[in-house]
């Protein structure tokens, strides 16, 4: 157990819905970032908050969208689902902002659309 | 984007082999590196980092070697064993940002 939990570890959804997942950072962590996986590729980042703001974004589709709560927890909103959006998508929390040292990862949860 | 890139995207080797894996990274201000190792069905796993002052880092069966020159980077096991098998990934940060992520190696180890 890294420590960062996602929920749920497995969706599968019909084109067009909209989906929550959901992450639990690393105790006292307070940077969380989303990643998306597609088969054969490598991970892509989305977006970043720390401590309830966002930092930054990646490659995040505006059908996309994200927040960290006051507890530090982060959804990840997923509109307009289509069959491409299928894919693993990995949750990682940091400690302090500006030391990157190494990522914590979640196992993911595994989106299927169909 | 970053881009992050591996030169192989498969490796086979048998058991007690050394593995070396290859990754080329594209911005020279890239300062930390870090190693990442992907078992089927869990999230990537660090393995070992190396910033940018170092040419090279040991851990327990694991060296990782930084080439600036040529923006290189490198992990070697030792010694593979069936539980190496794995994808592995490199990933560069560049003052304290976030990560990007090669595509990745697999590695597979033949008993």
């Known amino acids: 157990d890294s420590g960062v939990t996602q929920t749920p570890k497995h969706l599968i959804t019909a084109t067009g819905q909209r989906v929550t997942l959901r992450c639990s950072p690393r105790s006292g962590d307070l940077s969380v970032y989303w990643y998306q996986q597609s088969l054969d590729q490598g991970l892509q980042f989305l977006i970043q908050?720390?401590?309830?703001?966002?930092?930054a974004k990646g490659n995040i589709l505006e059908r996309f969208s994200a927040q960290q709560f006051p507890d530090l927890h982060s959804e990840l909103n997923l509109s307009s689902l289509e069959l491409g959006d299928s894919a693993l998508y990995f949750c990682a929390s940091s400690g302090t902002l500006g030391q990157p040292y190494g990522y914590t990862f979640g196992s993911g949860t595994r989106l299927t659309v169909v | 984007g970053e881009s992050v890139g591996l030169h192989l995207p498969t490796l086979s080797v048998q058991e007690g082999d050394n593995s070396i894996i290859n990754c080329a990274y594209s911005n020279s201000a890239s300062d930390y590196f870090i190693w990442y190792k992907q078992e089927s069905g869990k999230g990537p796993q660090f393995i070992i980092d190396?910033?940018?002052?170092?040419d090279k880092r040991q851990g327990q069966r694991v060296t990782v070697l930084l080439n600036k020159t040529v923006k290189h980077l490198s992990l070697q096991i030792a010694a593979t064993q069936p539980g190496d098998s794995a994808v592995y990934f490199c990933?560069?940060?560049?003052?304290?940002?976030?990560?990007?992520f090669g595509t990745g190696t697999s590695l597979t180890v033949i008993p």
């Open positions: 190396i910033r940018s002052n170092m």
């Open positions: 908050y720390y401590n309830g703001e966002e930092r």
């Open positions: 990933a560069e940060n560049i003052a304290g940002n976030q990560f990007y």
